[in-house]
């Protein structure tokens, strides 16, 4: 996706104009719901000018999209950093030791080999430990009074058990958030040069860490995945050094900073609707599970899950069905499913008790997010646990700007708490 062209330099077609402003805007980043929504008007599945992408706002699309195994990761997801050969055979190279941008076989192999640590069992088993992290962080909010909501918690807590899970000690952590957020953004519409140079640095700089966090878990070896990992390769299983290296990054960079803005939307959400917060906050137990999956839905983390077409497809209903070549990208606009009044009704209100279709942000079919249960796990634990501690939490400043188009999340979120 490469959304530069404007209005004044080329002549777009109305899906077009709105496409550009949805994904090459400020306005977009802002509030991309009404852009969604006229897409999915005018045209809900279309192939764009800009870029040579389709895009698919409607759920059924979307969902079609994403289980269908004609289409998948491929050269095409990483088209924007031709603009400098020498990084795109970088970034290609090292993405690609990684299963989020790998196809069966060697998808449900390195997916196989993770998988364990991620099981219902597992998470479930996790409960209790979350609280034990959570607790302290309330303490501490409820003695400072008011705090960044983003640092004291939205962050913490996520990357507190990853890290436990994966095995990256406590005082390593911090410094990830900055270096993913930097990573993440050559993701974004309008990455410059820059941009991808120095996501290429992080990562670069990530691996370093991992291959050297790798050796000192061979002496020193723990319960933790990284271990459980090295124990695996090193016992000849299917499993290369720097695939471990690359799934260790992954895993933990994954693991944080979706739950991170999860949490994070799901409070800005909250303050936008009132009336819904103190529902949630009279009832936090009856109401968690479906409270979560409507922030999912409602605010999505991940607006867009793109896809690369092997085989030539047919998508859209009987009467509009569109014809889709090998070859071809095609784009989920997942924040745009997520409120298609088709499979929501009355999509844009916020609804703290509604039940019915799952939404699609963390993906479908083979490359749904391998982390989902524990991300809701934990959004659910801490929104319960807000509602216990806390009698009002309000917002001590103006909600910042959200600072991304693929990754939708706020930089910083100042509140300032009451306890019961």
């Known amino acids: 996706m490469t959304i530069t062209t404007s209005r004044a330099t080329?002549?777009?077609?109305?899906?077009?104009?709105?496409?550009h402003v949805l994904l090459g805007t400020e306005a977009g980043r802002q509030d991309p719901y009404l852009l969604y929504r006229a897409l999915r008007d005018i045209a809900p599945l279309f192939r764009s000018e800009l870029d040579g992408h389709w895009y698919a706002s409607r759920y059924d699309d979307c969902k079609a999209i994403l289980v269908d195994p004609r289409a998948g990761r491929g050269p095409g997801m990483v088209t924007r950093y031709g603009q400098n050969p020498a990084l795109a055979e970088r970034f290609v190279r090292r993405m690609k030791m990684t299963m989020i941008m790998q196809n069966p076989p060697e998808h449900t192999r390195l997916r196989g080999v993770v998988s364990r640590a991620f099981t219902p069992r597992r998470v479930a088993g996790l409960g209790e430990r979350i609280l034990a992290l959570l607790d302290p962080?309330?303490?501490?909010?409820?003695?400072a009074g008011e705090v960044d909501f983003m640092a004291a918690l939205a962050f913490l807590l996520p990357v507190s058990v990853i890290g436990e899970l994966v095995g990256v000690p406590a005082e390593e952590r911090e410094q990830f958030?900055?270096?993913?957020?930097?990573?993440?953004?050559?993701?974004?519409?309008?990455?410059?040069?820059?941009d991808l140079e120095a996501a290429d640095r992080a990562i670069e700089y990530q691996d370093a860490y991992f291959a050297d966090l790798v050796a000192r878990k061979r002496k020193e070896p723990d319960d933790a995945l990284l271990s459980a990992l090295i124990e695996i390769h090193d016992s000849g299983g299917p499993l290369s050094e720097q695939e471990?290296?690359?799934?260790?990054?992954l895993l933990f960079g994954a693991g944080f900073v979706t739950t991170t803005n999860l949490i994070g939307n799901g409070m800005v959400t909250?303050?936008?609707?009132?009336?819904e917060m103190a529902r949630f906050w009279a009832d936090p137990h009856g109401l968690a599970v479906t409270a979560v999956d409507e922030i999912l839905r409602y605010e999505s983390v991940v607006?867009?899950?793109?896809?690369?077409?092997?085989?030539?497809?047919?998508?859209g209903p009987e009467t509009e069905t569109e014809k889709i070549d090998s070859?071809?990208?095609?784009?989920?606009l997942v924040?745009?499913?997520?409120?298609?009044?088709?499979?929501?009704?009355d999509p844009e209100r916020f609804d703290v008790a509604r039940k019915g279709e799952m939404p699609l942000s963390f993906g479908w079919g083979i490359h749904h997010c391998l982390g989902a249960p524990l991300a809701r796990l934990e959004a659910q634990t801490v929104f319960t646990r807000l509602a216990e501690r806390f009698a009002r939490i309000e917002l001590a400043g103006p909600i910042p700007r959200f600072s991304t188009t693929f990754l939708r999340g706020v930089p910083t979120l100042p509140v300032r708490v009451t306890p019961r």
């Open 137 to 143: 962080m309330l303490d501490r909010m409820a003695e």
């Open 244 to 249: 471990m290296v690359a799934t260790g990054r």
């Open 327 to 332: 070859g071809e990208v095609v784009i989920p």
């Open 270 to 275: 909250f303050f936008r609707h009132p009336g």
């Open 10 to 19: 080329r002549h777009l077609s109305p899906a077009d104009e709105i496409l």
């Open 177 to 194: 958030r900055e270096l993913v957020r930097i990573t993440n953004r050559a993701s974004e519409v309008g990455a410059t040069t820059a």
């Open 335 to 345: 924040g745009g499913a997520n409120r298609d009044p088709e499979r929501f009704p």
């Open 303 to 315: 607006q867009t899950n793109g896809r690369w077409v092997f085989e030539p497809m047919e998508l």
